[in-house]
């Protein structure tokens, strides 16, 4: 009879103890940054604006999905390239339908403690962030006209006639 009551003491505690999204799912994400054309620089900042990963795409960081007590984290990402406006954009976590796995097998404590603790409640939305650069993107900084200066021998003929002479 004493083994059949710690087998069900075992068990009991097992399914007590219990934390679905922890045991099933994870509590940090990968997440990839690409840019085209490659070499942009990006930055991820929390929610304390506290910057996390700095580095050039391609690229790739490790992020947590909890921040503090049944608290999701927040990342904001600024991609920046010379000569175009930065570009910001949110990393959005959800909640993760494990956790509810625990009403399943009777986790109070997963449910209350662990998942919430270890931020296993919450799932990445998207892992991949790109960005796309082309001309028409430019700042109107970048599109200022520049100053070249040439010899008057390799000025072209047709130009010839708009040049002004300087003292």
């Known amino acids: ?78 991609f920046s390239r010379k000569g175009y406006d930065d570009r910001i954009m949110p990393i959005n976590f959800k909640l993760n339908a494990w956790y509810f796995g625990n009403l399943l097998i009777g986790g109070v404590i997963g449910m209350l403690v662990v998942d919430p603790a270890t931020g296993a409640m919450w799932r990445i939305e998207k892992d991949d962030l790109y960005q796309i650069y082309d001309a028409a993107d430019k700042t109107a900084e970048a599109k200022q006209p520049t100053l070249n200066i040439v010899a008057l021998q390799n000025v072209p003929d047709s130009l010839k006639s708009h040049l002004v002479k300087l003292n």
């Not at 069900?8 to 509590?27: G, M, N, Q, R």
């Not at 085209?36 to 990963?53: I, L, M």
């Not at 992020?63 to 007590?69: M, N, P, R, Y």
């Open 1 to 78: 009879m004493s083994t059949i009551v710690r087998l069900c003491t075992v068990f009991l505690l097992i399914a007590l103890l219990s934390s679905c999204a922890t045991i099933v799912s994870k509590s940090s994400y990968p997440v990839s940054f690409g840019s085209d054309p490659a070499g942009t620089t990006v930055s991820v900042t929390n929610r304390e604006h506290v910057e996390v990963f700095r580095g050039k795409t391609p690229c790739a960081v490790k992020l947590k999905a909890g921040s503090k007590f049944f608290a999701k984290e927040q990342y904001t990402v600024k």
